[in-house]
């Protein structure tokens, strides 16, 4: 039947893949009082420094929204090692880019699960649960911090999983687990 070989045809298109869901931690607030060409300019860098950090990462899509963007990656350790190296990058970047008085801040969320995927379709056309968790993970995580449930965790595959530690809350029905940059 028709409907039987577009399931079959889906099914083939099912990938496991992680997503990093990565915001600035007030950014309107940011904004006020400040110089609107500054402002252009350093938002401008900030977007390029991410998506040195999407391509450096290896990222297979991205979606960008006025400050914040979800990334596709093929491994959970590929969308941490992404993220980290977004935290502790943003500390140069605070230092010797950017212009306004405020601090650049990231809240990073992360998950991972098998979602169908094809490169053709753009990110902003992706519609899973996988992705949803991996923006409300985002949403409770602090400033310079990653949310990631402990099922992710336990997917990191070569990277070490010391300096991650309970947050103590549930996510969407996953405990999540919790890396501070200090």
């Not at 914040?68 to 941490?80: K, L, P, Q, T």
């Not at 649960?129 to 602090?142: E, L, N, P, S």
Request: charged residues 25%.
């Amino acid at each position: 039947t028709v409907m039987a070989e577009a399931q079959s045809r889906l099914n083939e298109m099912q990938r496991d893949l992680a997503f990093l869901s990565i915001d600035v931690v007030g950014s309107t607030k940011m904004k006020v009082g400040e110089d609107k060409t500054k402002i252009e300019i350093d938002f401008r860098n900030y977007k390029k420094f991410i998506n040195t950090a999407i391509s450096k990462g290896g990222a297979l899509t991205a979606a960008w929204t006025p400050d914040g963007v979800m990334i596709c990656f093929s491994s959970v350790d590929a969308a941490v090692t992404t993220a980290k190296f977004v935290i502790t990058g943003l500390r140069h970047f605070n230092k010797d880019v950017k212009t306004i008085h405020a601090e650049f801040q990231v809240r990073c969320g992360i998950n991972s699960g098998r979602v169908y995927y094809d490169p053709s379709i753009p990110m902003e056309e992706m519609s899973d649960r996988v992705i949803d968790v991996a923006g409300h993970m985002q949403k409770y995580a602090a400033a310079d911090t990653i949310f990631l449930s402990k099922q992710v965790v336990n997917l990191l595959a070569h990277l070490p999983r010391e300096g991650f530690s309970p947050a103590n809350t549930n996510v969407d029905g996953f405990e999540a687990y919790k890396w501070i940059s200090y």
